[in-house]
C-alpha cells in the first residue's frame, strides 16, 4: 500500500446543523493544510501538524478526510475553483471601463488593465505558486498521480480559454495561436514572474509591476487585433 492509495469510508448521512457545523471543520482543515503544505511541503507535512494548526483533534480530520494526499486533492479543487471564480469576477470590473472607450487599445492602456486586474494579495499568489508547485512535480515523480494531474490541469485550462477569450473579445482582440497553447504561455509567463520575485524577495508593488510588464507582453504576442 503506498502513501498515495485514497482509502474510502461509509458515512452516516448527517443532519443539517451537523453538516453546517462539518463545513466548517473542513474549511478550517483545509486552510491550515494550505499554510502547512506551502511551508514544508505535503510529504514533509503530517496529520498531526494539519490539526494543530486548525486547532483540531486527529479524529476531526479523520470525520472528513481519509488521508492527508485526500485533503490535498481537496484542497487543490477548491483553490482552482476559487481561482477560476476570482478571475471572471474580475474581468467584470475591468472589462467595462476598456469597453467603454472607442480608442484602439494600445500596451499602455493593457498594461493599466493588467495591473488593476492584478491588484490583489501577492502573498496569496506566492503561496498558491509553492502548492501548485508540489502537485506538479509529485505527478512527476509518481506516474499513479500524474492522470489526476493532467485533469486538473485540462479542467482549468479550459476554462481559462473561455474567460481569456471572452475578455479579448470584448476588447476586440482575438487569439493570434491556437487557444490552449496561448493560455498555456500566459499561464507559464505568470509563473515563471511570481517564482523570480519569490527568488529576488521582491516587495508587493515590484512584483505587480514584473507581472504587469510580463503579462502585457505576453498577451500582445498571443493576439492580435480584430480587422
Known sequence: ??????HTVTAIEPTAPETSRRGRTRERLLDA???????????SASVEQICERASFSRGAFYSNFSSKEELFFALMERENGARITGLVEQMGRTIPRVVESDEPLSA??????????????????????????EFELLALRDPRIAPQYRDFRARFDASLVQI????LRQVRRDFSL??????????AG???AVKQSMLEDESESAALER???TLTAIVLAISVADS
Do not use: K, N
Open 1 to 6: 500500500m503506498t502513501i498515495w492509495e485514497v
Open 190 to 192: 505568470y509563473d515563471d
Open 164 to 167: 481569456v477569450h471572452g475578455a
Open 33 to 43: 493544510a494550505y499554510d502547512v503544505f506551502a511551508e514544508t511541503g505535503v510529504h
Open 211 to 213: 507581472l504587469r510588464t
Open 178 to 187: 491556437e487557444p490552449t497553447t496561448a493560455v498555456r504561455l500566459l499561464v
Open 108 to 133: 499602455e492602456t493593457l498594461a493599466v488593465v493588467i495591473l488593476d486586474f492584478l491588484q490583489g494579495p501577492v502573498t496569496d499568489s506566492r503561496r498558491w505558486c509553492v502548492v501548485e508547485s
